[in-house]
Every structure is written in structure tokens, then in C-alpha cells.
């Protein structure tokens, strides 16, 4: 009798745990997008609480070194607001406003060109497509902005309480941190604090870094596209400027839009803007990101660009963005809690390029 109740008690045991894993990761699916922003939140919280720290260490309380830190961030954001958004708008409207030119002279020239390969025109006419439908239509691109339109309050929304999260991780990051900590064995939470710390370290070296490129690039994608006489030279500059959050391949997707519409200018000036953006991305990151990383984060370009096209799979744009701090959090763990596990191995590097070479 007692074999029949242990057994129907395990059952039952095994049905509720089921159920509320079942529950849980069902739960996990449906906010999984409000645990991306809440990743994005501690992400910057780390990289913010960085001279926040600083500032503490010197004497000051934690409020007042977080408000110091936070109005210089919001005075630079003011700052920028005052001086360049309103050229960008003026700029992206005048872009929105002359998009039916652009389009119609892209595909004229475009047709024209193809016209001069009777072989490819005839493979097109065949297959019945043409360069109007491989280009996305006017109505297209307004409905686009229609929708993004009637978005905007909710995204505006969800930025106020993602930065209300950035503001609460730095002023009081104590009981997040704890309650981190104690999500491992005692045994086990200086590694957890090691891998926090190197993280954070990481981040910190990630974002001076895409700082400091995106603002080489915005000024010379400007000053380039502006000595080409290219429509909109500041909206693909503030582009350039962002696209070192996507590793490796954002200033590749970013010179497309330029490049087009310095098609409806002429053929040679897209040329050249193609040449342009082509040698200044080959400089960034082969000579200027390397050196501005390797002291920090020291991560592979393969790593980062599988985890680039991994979290671009499973979460679209914001999968993308947190690409490079994923990688920076696995490398840390992976670090601390595998590695670190195993004695040196002197012959290390004799093994590995005996690999290569074989």
C-alpha cells in the first residue's frame, strides 16, 4: 500500500513540476521581449554605473555621483537635440518628399543599364520581373512609416520605462546584485562576481569603442557624401554613426540606402560612394576596432558574427543590437566557470598552430 502511495505521489510531483514548467516557459514566450529591453537596461546600467563609481570612489555619495553622470548624458542629448535634429529632420523630410524622384531615377538607370545586356534583359522578361517590383513600391515605404507613425506612442512608452530601469540599476544597484549572487552556491558566487565584473568590464570597452568609431565615421560619411553633393549627407552620417551596434555588418546594410539615392544623382557618384563606404568599413574594422577592443573585450569577429546572425534569427533587430554584449557576457561566464576550472596548459599555443599548419 505504502509502494502504490510513494508512486502516485511521484506521479503527482512529476505532473505539477511539469505543468509549471510548461507554465513558465510559456509565460517566458509571451514577455520574451520585455526581457530583451530588461537585458538592453542592464546592459547600459553596467556601462553607466561604470563612472558613477568612479565618482563614488572620489568621495561622493551614490545619488550625486548618479546625477552628476546622468545630467551629463542628458545635457549632451539636449545638446545634440538643439544642434543636429532639427537639420536631420529637415533633412529626412526633404529625403521623404523627393522619394518618388529617387525611385523613378533609380530605376530608369537601372533599366537602362540592363537594357545594354540583351542576354539578362531576355532572362528578366522571361521570369516576368521587373526592376520596379524587385524594388519596394512608394506605397510601400509610406504605409511603412504610417505604421511606424502609429507605433510611435507605444515605443515612446516603452523607452521611458526603459530608461526609468537604467535609472533605478544605477541609483540602487545593491539588491539586483544580491539577489544575482544568490542564484549561485555559496561555493560558487566569487566566480559569479569575477564574471559580473568582467562583463561589466567588457561593455564598458564595447561602448568607448563604438563611440569613438561612429563618430569617425559620421563625420567622414558627412563630409564625403556633402563633397559628392549625395541628398541627405546628415541622416547617413547619424546612420553611420549607429552602425557599429550591428558587428561587422551594420555599415555594410547602412551605405545601401546613400548609395541608391547617389544613384539618382548619377551612376559615377554611386560608384564612388560604393568604393567610399567599401575602403572606409575595410579600415574601421580591420585597423581602428581591433585596437580600440583588444584591450578589453578581445573577442573573435567569428564569434561575434554568429551570434550576430543567431540573435538576428531567433529576435530580429533587437537580437542583432545585443549581439556583442551577449558575446561579452558568454565569454565571461565561459571563462570564469570552465576555463579557469583546468590547470594552464604551457603547450597551448605550440598545439594550436600545430592544428593550423597541419
Known amino acids: 500500500m505504502k509502494t502504490n502511495d510513494n508512486s502516485f505521489r511521484t506521479l503527482t510531483s512529476l505532473i505539477l513540476y511539469t505543468a509549471g514548467l510548461i507554465i513558465l516557459l510559456w509565460f517566458l514566450h509571451q514577455i520574451l521581449n520585455v526581457v530583451l529591453i530588461a ?3 542592464v546592459v547600459f546600467g553596467l556601462i553607466i554605473n ?3 563609481n568612479k565618482l563614488e570612489k572620489k568621495g561622493l555619495k551614490r545619488w550625486l555621483a548618479s546625477l552628476i553622470v546622468f545630467s551629463i548624458i542628458f545635457g549632451i542629448s ?3 537635440f538643439r544642434i543636429v535634429i532639427p537639420q536631420l529632420i529637415t533633412q529626412l523630410n526633404s529625403l521623404l518628399q523627393d522619394l518618388p524622384v529617387y525611385y523613378k531615377a533609380v530605376t530608369d538607370y537601372i533599366d537602362k543599364l540592363i537594357n545594354n545586356f540583351p542576354q539578362l534583359q531576355k532572362q528578366i522578361d522571361q521570369s516576368e520581373i521587373s526592376i520596379s517590383s524587385a524594388i519596394p513600391s512608394i506605397g510601400n515605404v509610406v504605409k511603412g512609416i504610417g505604421n511606424f ?3 510611435l506612442f507605444s515605443n515612446l512608452f516603452i523607452f521611458i520605462v526603459f530608461i526609468c530601469m537604467i535609472v533605478f540599476f544605477v541609483g540602487n544597484p545593491k539588491p539586483l546584485i544580491e539577489l544575482y549572487l544568490t542564484l549561485f552556491p555559496v561555493e560558487k558566487r566569487d566566480k559569479a562576481a569575477n564574471a559580473i565584473v568582467n562583463t561589466s568590464i567588457m561593455l564598458v570597452g564595447w561602448m568607448k569603442s563604438n563611440v569613438i568609431a561612429g563618430t569617425i565615421e559620421a563625420v567622414v560619411v558627412y563630409c564625403f557624401l556633402t563633397w559628392m553633393e549625395v541628398p541627405g549627407a546628415l541622416v547617413w552620417a547619424a546612420l553611420a554613426f549607429f552602425s557599429e551596434l550591428i558587428p561587422k555588418l551594420g555599415f555594410y546594410i ?3 540606402p546613400p548609395t541608391l539615392v547617389a544613384l539618382s544623382v548619377s551612376g559615377m557618384t554611386a560608384l564612388w560612394c560604393l568604393i567610399f563606404f567599401l575602403i572606409l568599413n575595410e ?3 580591420d585597423f581602428l576596432m581591433p585596437k580600440l577592443r583588444s584591450s578589453t573585450m578581445n573577442i573573435h569577429p567569428m564569434s561575434s558574427l554568429f551570434m550576430l546572425l543567431a540573435g538576428a534569427a531567433a529576435f530580429g533587430l533587437i537580437g542583432a543590437l545585443l549581439a556583442t554584449p ?3 557576457i558568454i565569454k565571461a561566464y565561459y571563462e570564469e566557470f570552465y576555463l579557469k576550472q583546468f590547470p594552464e596548459d604551457p603547450e597551448l599555443e605550440n598545439r594550436t598552430q600545430k592544428i593550423i599548419e597541419a
Do not use: D, W
Request: charged share 0%; glycine share 0%; proline share 5%.
Open 78 to 80: 539636449i545638446l545634440l
Open 283 to 285: 579600415l574601421i574594422s
Open 50 to 52: 561604470a563612472p558613477v
Open 326 to 328: 551577449l558575446s561579452a
Open 254 to 256: 547602412m551605405a545601401i
Open 149 to 151: 507613425s502609429i507605433s
Open 39 to 41: 537585458i538592453f537596461a
